[in-house]
């Protein structure tokens, strides 16, 4: 297998994660409590990935992405090599790629916090920050690992995005699915499959971790 496309999509997987989640969390609760009409816009702006093809959100990140394109041209000048076919373009690509499969599951965990909830919590003198990191994160767990889980394992497979905006340049962009695809191109299917076999197993592992937590934190939510 190619040990290096792994590693190098784990650390693509889990620096999108990180960089990812902290505004995912601030922008789903706040899709989540505002009345403003505009915010059925929004929420249809950052679900645009579901529903686009991965070439088309590729090719837009490659043209923003470019030495043409202020944001290239700054990089570049910033970094010393292009954003474009660069790992950092890479993660870039993939924090904006992953926006709803981290946004959604968390606005709908709080959603479901009732009103009241959050009334009772400002009786009793708690401000924003203390009743949102006290009560209302731990009420939405559930949903952030949800959202955590399917922006790893959707980050590891993604293939179209990657290729658009990456290329293919080994230890650098090529991650395990372009990988995959060269392999059965070059008919080494022994290894193509050894590697989706991978891929079918974290993302079956994670999956399954993640509706065990979830579950168990509702059953235990209920008891008290």
Request: proline share 7%; aromatic share 8%; hydrophobic share 55%.
């Amino acid at each position: 297998m190619d040990a290096t496309a792994i590693v190098l999509s784990a650390r693509l997987a889990l620096l999108t994660l990180l960089l990812l989640l902290p505004p995912a969390i601030l922008a789903a609760h706040w899709l989540a409590v505002t009345p403003r009409k505009s915010k059925a816009w929004i929420e249809g702006l950052l679900a645009l990935p579901l529903v686009l093809p991965p070439t088309v959100i590729g090719y837009y990140l490659l043209v923003a992405m470019g030495s043409q394109s202020p944001p290239g041209r700054w990089f570049e000048a910033l970094a010393g090599h292009p954003l474009a076919f660069s790992f950092s373009g890479l993660v870039v690509a993939s924090v904006i790629f992953n926006i709803p499969f981290a946004v959604q599951p968390i606005q709908r965990a709080f959603e479901a916090i009732a009103p009241d909830i959050r009334e009772a919590a400002q009786c009793c003198g708690l401000t924003f920050w203390q009743a949102f990191r006290r009560i209302e994160l731990p009420l939405a767990w559930p949903g952030i690992l949800s959202a955590s889980v399917m922006t790893f394992a959707h980050t590891l497979g993604e293939f179209g995005v990657v290729l658009m905006v990456g290329g293919n340049i080994p230890g650098e962009t090529r991650t395990v699915a372009i990988s995959i695809y060269d392999k059965v191109q070059s008919f080494e299917h022994a290894s193509a499959g050894a590697m989706s076999l991978l891929l079918l197993l974290i993302s079956l592992l994670t999956i399954s971790v993640s509706y065990g937590l979830a579950g168990r934190l509702s059953r235990r939510r209920r008891a008290t």
